[in-house]
């Protein structure tokens, strides 16, 4: 048995006692994971000391590859080197269609609307491809930390839709990790920030990445940051600055004809060094040669800004509108934050810091920016940070709503309402005699149901028959603090009830998920039972851990002395179940516990209320006598 | 705290339609500090659940009280006013609305319609903190003046949406 433990309140957290958690910046070019090590968020780098993992992955004869290795590979063998994949998640077959012109893959499409990449190693769809890296950068993590990790945050675009949200959660969940929030890149951006600069007031940030530009105001106040709005363009990045520059080459070589996958990626790669190169150059030598590709010259800084200049332009629209949204005057934002490597480029310096009126904020490295403040956030809610004040305050980036009669769409939600949230909209039939109603959930701003996205659809089936109108269905949308959305409808009258977790079109279902799970080579070897086990033990600890925390903090001041063996009772009855090997019995007993501490929950929700209005009435009293 | 309490009482805040800002915004933070799912990240499911409930309201409530508009109608609904009968408004409100409307798509083929439209705007604006005043002064008197506020209030919302519909437009988004 382990000798007690005496610590002073406050005290910092025994190291063994501390929990990993790292912070995974899953990006379109690169991917980045961090920890907090001896109170200081910094990147992990590999054994060869590289922080950055290029987002891209390999299935090669010899198993998959991830990273750089499968990077400089790529233009070799294009169809099994997937790059990019992030401007996959979440999305369907229909839209793939459109970014393929694109993408030198070759895409087989399924019946779940999912695009799969058809590779050596068979079919992958995208949530699998990004599972890879994740998996990676977890490897690289439990090597430095010495140890499986606890709890992870992952970062997604601001502009993120439901189904791509979905998809990034499916993927870090194939990985095997536990996710314990999704965070918008640029509230994490701002996270690093606020603690390494103690900043307050209106800070925008301006994230250019390799594929996705986005663009977030948020007000920081007393440790919490709040999300004014967000905006963006999802179909914009850094790699669209490269294509410009390689069309540019073309332009010179007089070339017209469509080149091979493998010329593509090598000229792509090609004109990525060039535009790195131009940030500190005035000019740089520009030498192709390549099958029918002949061209020897320079391209001068002048001449790329006007090469991009719609493109960065483009971006500052996108920041008039958000700025516009979120209600604030430019001269009331007081700090721009620059995230993703191509805001390096001068051009977008300049143009940023004309529309603004402010010099930039870059000292920290715009690439892991990111990764870092993930990477705080996990340490505080994995619980190393108990005493912590910072709070989150998110808000929902694209309105959610509902088809109406006429092909139009309904919004329920609207966006940048602060998350969670849930509003009920009530429906009616349109027919005498109705007795079913196809709800059809759509995420986006337009006003009509073809061009928002959709998300799912069900059916309220039973109403009993009325004349038309006569009915009242009552439809609640609920998202969760990751942005996540729940949808339930009922005939109030009858309480003829219909349910749904959105499951995006185009995302995995569960069962999907445990297939791919047992398929997967990774975990080939284990035992599909012995892993529920696992994970049933693994719950059945965190419930009695937080359980125990609960009763020693409040368990005395609300509960009675029989309330308190009771529930005692209950986790020690747990503790043992959970040494034991029977899942379902391990499941029940969580169950049960759970039931029996909910009163003991709900009053301690309620004393967590009243201590907050009560220091506010304090602070009322300071200011009138001060 | 229980869920059948008002918007404004779950703040601490006496119901009035002229309300501290400030004050709303900081009370706001205090309680979801202590709330927000964040929180409860490693807590058992029903604490989460709970959380996420007071969550939700603790937003809804702001967003509603935030938005002076909101604020008006919510304040209507806790005196039993029934919302959905449209009063009758004003000859000389209706004139003013048909001159906006007009001046409004007058903008979208003037060469400096982005700079009226700024004008354009601060005098809507100027409009809705009158409605605002004007609600303020008749909601414990007379139903049926706030009422008619709030109906204008909706106009001039409707009418600022279209402005800001014509901005995008001029600015090509």
Redesign the interface.
């Given at each position: 048995m382990a000798l007690l433990q005496i610590t002073e309140p406050g005290q910092a957290i025994d190291p063994h006692l501390r929990k990993r958690a790292a912070g995974i910046d899953l990006g379109t070019t690169n991917s980045l994971i961090a920890s907090v090590r001896a109170g200081v968020a910094e990147t992990l780098p590999d054994q060869e000391g590289r922080h950055m993992l290029p987002s891209v992955v390999r299935y090669s004869e010899q198993g998959v590859v991830v990273g750089e290795d499968a990077r400089v590979q790529a233009a070799e063998d294009p169809l099994n080197t997937i790059v990019s994949v992030k401007r996959l998640m979440g999305r369907g077959v229909n839209d793939v269609d459109t970014l393929g012109n694109q993408l030198p893959y070759e895409f087989s499409a399924t019946e779940g609307g999912v695009p799969r990449i058809v590779t050596r190693s068979g079919e992958v769809t995208p949530v699998e491809v990004s599972a890879q890296i994740i998996r990676a950068l977890v490897g690289r993590a439990s090597e430095t930390l010495a140890g499986d990790l606890d709890?992870v945050v992952v970062t997604v675009p601001a502009y993120f839709d439901d189904s791509q949200r979905q998809a990034t959660k499916d993927a870090a969940q194939l990985a095997g990790i536990n996710v314990?929030?999704l965070l918008n890149e640029p509230t994490a951006a701002s996270i690093a920030y606020g603690l390494d600069t103690g900043a307050e007031g209106t800070i925008a940030i301006y994230d250019l990445g390799g594929g996705t530009f986005d663009i977030s105001l948020l007000r920081l106040?007393?440790g919490?940051f709040?999300v004014l709005a967000t905006g963006g363009d999802s179909a914009l990045g850094g790699d669209d600055l490269d294509r410009a520059i390689a069309e540019w080459i073309l332009q010179q070589c007089g070339h017209s004809e469509k080149l091979n996958p493998s010329q593509l990626r090598g000229l792509m790669m090609q004109a990525r060094q060039i535009k790195e190169s131009l940030t500190d150059k005035d000019e740089v030598d520009v030498r192709v040669d390549d099958k029918g590709l002949h061209f020897e010259g320079r391209l001068t800084r002048v001449q790329f800004n006007e090469l991009i200049a719609s493109l960065v332009d483009k971006s500052i629209?996108a920041c008039?509108?958000t700025v516009?949204d979120a209600g604030v005057a430019l001269n009331e934002i007081d700090n721009v934050v620059m995230v993703g490597g191509s805001t390096r480029v001068p051009l977008v310096i300049d143009r940023v810091h004309d529309y603004f009126g402010t010099q930039p904020l870059n000292n920290i490295d715009p690439d892991r920016v990111v990764a870092i403040g993930a990477a705080v956030q996990a340490n505080?809610?994995?619980?190393n940070k108990p005493d912590d004040?910072m709070?989150?305050?998110d808000v929902l980036p694209l309105s959610l709503g509902l088809e109406t009669m006429g092909g139009l769409a309904e919004k329920v939600i609207t966006r940048n309402?602060?998350?969670?949230?849930?509003?009920a909209q009530e429906f009616t039939t349109y027919k005498d005699g109705q007795t079913a109603m196809l709800v059809h959930v759509l995420q986006g701003e337009r006003e009509l149901v073809q061009d928002c996205r959709s998300l799912a659809r069900f059916e309220l089936k039973g109403i009993p028959p009325m004349v038309a109108g006569a009915a009242k269905i009552l439809v609640e949308f609920?998202v969760?603090?990751d942005g996540l959305l729940s949808v339930s409808a009922r005939e109030t009258s009858t309480g003829v009830e219909a349910f749904v977790e959105v499951k995006p079109s185009y995302g995995l279902t569960d069962e999907e998920i445990m297939q791919m799970l047992q398929s997967s080579f990774d975990h080939a070897q284990e035992d599909a039972e012995q892993r529920s086990l696992a994970e049933a033990r693994v719950e059945a600890g965190?419930?009695i851990?937080?359980?125990g925390n609960?009763l020693d903090e409040d368990g005395e001041a609300l509960l009675g002395e029989s309330d308190i063996a009771l529930l005692r009772g209950a986790i020690d009855k747990l503790g043992s179940l959970a040494d034991g090997s029977d899942t379902r019995a391990i499941t029940e007993g969580i169950e049960m516990?759970?039931?029996a501490?909910?009163e003991f929950?709900?009053l301690?929700?309620?004393v967590?209320?009243?201590?907050?209005?009560a220091?506010?009435?304090v602070?009322?009293i300071d200011s009138e006598y001060s | 705290m229980d869920f059948n309490q008002n918007y404004f009482e779950i703040f601490g805040l006496p119901v009035t339609f002229k309300l501290d800002l400030d004050g709303l915004s900081r009370r706001y933070r205090e309680l979801q500090k202590e709330l927000h799912p964040d929180n409860y990240a490693s807590s058992t499911e029903h604490e989460k659940r709970l959380s996420m409930q007071w969550s939700s309201l603790v937003n809804a409530a702001n967003e509603t009280l935030k938005s002076p508009q909101a604020r008006a109608i919510y304040m209507l609904e806790l005196k039993g006013v029934d919302i959905d009968h449209n009063p009758v408004l004003p000859p000389a409100f209706l004139m003013e609305q048909i001159e906006l409307r007009e001046e409004l798509e007058s903008l979208e083929d003037d060469p400096a319609g982005l700079d009226k439209l700024d004008t354009f705007k601060v005098r809507v604006k100027d409009v809705m903190s009158g409605l605002e005043r004007q609600f303020e002064a008749v909601v414990n008197e007379d139903d049926e003046k706030a009422l008619t506020a709030v109906y204008e209030m909706q106009f001039m919302t409707k009418l600022m949406a279209s402005a800001h519909h014509l901005e995008e437009k001029l600015l090509d988004y």
């Open positions: 709890g314990l929030r106040t007393r919490v709040e629209k008039r509108r516009r505080i809610l994995v619980g004040e709070l989150l305050l309402t602060a998350i969670p949230t849930s509003r609920r969760d603090a965190r419930v851990e937080a359980l609960a516990l759970g039931k501490s909910e929950a709900s301690r929700m309620d967590a209320v009243r201590k907050a209005l220091g506010r009435q602070a009322d | -």
